[in-house]
């Protein structure tokens, strides 16, 4: 199909490079329906490592539609600076000559379509996601309804909330589809989201979470690094799979290089009492006086220099080597090289 339409003269999809999260989407789509459900969930735990054969066999294929320029977009470059909503408004505009054929997103892209005069249902059309392997893979976002105290009324409220009545409410206001199969699928507003609802029923134990969505922020939710960061510098060099041409931080083409090196390890957070609050408080002060703070990178999660001397500090810091932490931009006690306040909530910097 994509080269039947770029033959045409029109780019098979539009791909909203500019934001990391729908790279995302993309590569779980494929490694689901090439690796299967078992893989999909080890990965997602980091029981296999982003090394595996099977993420480099998803990236293969992957490769195989964003090595094409003429399938995408304005090309790699032009899908690198589109961010997406305009990857979903400029394939339904343009008339007979729109800048590509297809998007690729879930269903709430039913609100940046009614930006444009295209009608879903008329103008724009869905169908699901090609199999690459043994099946197609159905991967979805999800709400969690949580109660903070135990009580009855909040008990019922969540009971209500997952029956049939609650879910069909919701769905005849459209972007919403519910896995509950007692739902009637004459709630939904059109015949699009109703087939939509069906293959979440159909996938069965097969559908799964977004992987991103279960993976640390810093690693899976965060513009600029880990995964979105990795899968960018991959569509700029589809063809480096194995991320070889440069180190993380430096050039492009970093591939899954910079996948692997996320690890799942939290650390213990320093006190929010005593020595660890007064750096906060104290931190304006005592910046100027790391050496080390001029080659801390914005996103840093590590600290990357520590004092000759450690500056005074009430008794309770005892003999706690300081350090300046770039994610916080702040001078904090740190006994390890990776900061664990920082390292356990992800933190990104909050004056870059």
Wanted: proline share 7%; aromatic share 8%.
């Amino acid at each position: 199909m994509a080269d039947t339409l770029s033959a045409s003269g029109t780019p098979a999809v539009s791909v909203a490079g500019a934001d990391g999260w729908t790279l995302t989407d993309w590569f779980e789509n494929v490694y689901l329906s090439q690796a299967g459900p078992q893989k999909y969930d080890q990965l997602a735990k980091h029981e296999i490592k982003w090394t595996d054969d099977s993420v480099k066999q998803a990236l293969t294929t992957l490769g195989q539609l964003f090595g094409r320029k003429d399938f995408l977009a304005g090309g790699q470059s032009g899908a690198l600076s589109t961010e997406f909503p305009k990857s979903v408004t400029q394939t339904f505009t343009g008339g007979d000559r729109p800048a590509a054929a297809m998007v690729f997103e879930g269903d709430f892209v039913g609100v940046n379509i009614a930006q444009t005069e295209a009608k879903v249902g008329e103008d724009a059309l869905v169908f699901p996601f090609p199999a690459v392997g043994a099946k197609a893979p159905v991967v979805s976002g999800g709400d969690v309804a949580v109660a903070l105290k135990p009580s009855k009324g909040a008990q019922a409220l969540l009971t209500f909330l997952a029956s049939p009545d609650a879910a069909e409410i919701q769905a005849r206001e459209g972007g919403f589809v519910s896995p509950n199969k007692a739902v009637d699928p004459g709630a939904y507003p059109n015949a699009i989201q109703r087939n939509i609802a069906k293959s979440l029923i159909a996938a069965g134990d097969d559908f799964r979470f977004d992987m991103s969505d279960q993976a640390p922020a810093g690693f899976g939710g965060t513009p600029g690094a880990g995964e979105w960061k990795a899968l960018q510098d991959f569509l700029a060099n589809p063809s480096d799979v194995a991320g070889g041409a440069g180190e993380t931080g430096g050039g492009s083409g970093q591939g899954l290089r910079g996948l692997i090196r996320w690890r799942p390890r939290l650390r213990r957070s320093p006190p929010r009492s005593g020595a660890a609050a007064w750096s906060r408080r104290r931190s304006s002060s005592r910046r100027s006086s790391c050496s080390a703070r001029s080659s801390c990178s914005p996103s840093a999660t590590r600290c990357t220099g520590a004092f000759s001397t450690a500056p005074a500090a009430p008794s309770s810091a005892g003999t706690t080597t300081w350090r300046y932490c770039a994610t916080t931009r702040s001078v904090r006690p740190c006994g390890t090289r990776r900061c664990g306040w920082c390292w356990r909530r992800r933190r990104r910097p909050r004056w870059a």
